[in-house]
């Protein structure tokens, strides 16, 4: 059984920055992919963000591209998800995920298990 507990979520102006963390346990961190999605009320659950086992890889979603970036401390199993020039439209609960494999994953179906989410809002 893994968990995942995510933080850093709150409330920012448009053009501002957040920093998301999230915190693993339960089983060898480093063997795995990790991904942050987010869904919006009213929206489908969406990809954001995949890193690697080793964070060589990375991977993201057009519409974060350039804005966020995804890295990962396998000694303090840990994932994070900066968050620069945030629109509104980035406003969601977001969500980390620990991957079934070493490798990028952009589908839910890549991931086994899921944190609670941490709400993000942008006010414009």
């Known amino acids: 059984q893994v968990q995942l507990v995510e933080s850093g979520g709150g409330l920012v102006q448009a053009g501002g920055s957040l920093r998301l963390s999230c915190a693993a346990s339960?089983?060898?961190?480093?063997?795995?992919?990790m991904g942050w999605f987010r869904q919006a009320p009213g929206k489908e659950r969406e990809f954001v963000a995949s890193i690697s086992w080793s964070g060589g890889s990375t991977y993201y979603a057009d519409s974060v591209k350039g804005r966020f970036t995804i890295s990962r401390d396998n000694a303090k199993n840990m994932v994070y998800l900066q968050m620069n020039s945030l629109k509104p439209e980035d406003k969601a609960v977001y969500y980390c995920?620990?991957?079934?494999?070493?490798?990028?994953?952009?589908?839910?179906?890549?991931?086994?298990?899921w944190g609670q989410g941490t709400q993000v809002t942008v006010s414009s």
């Open positions: 995920a620990a991957g079934n494999t070493v490798l990028v994953q952009i589908t839910a179906r890549g991931y086994d298990y």
């Open positions: 339960g089983r060898t961190f480093s063997n795995y992919a």
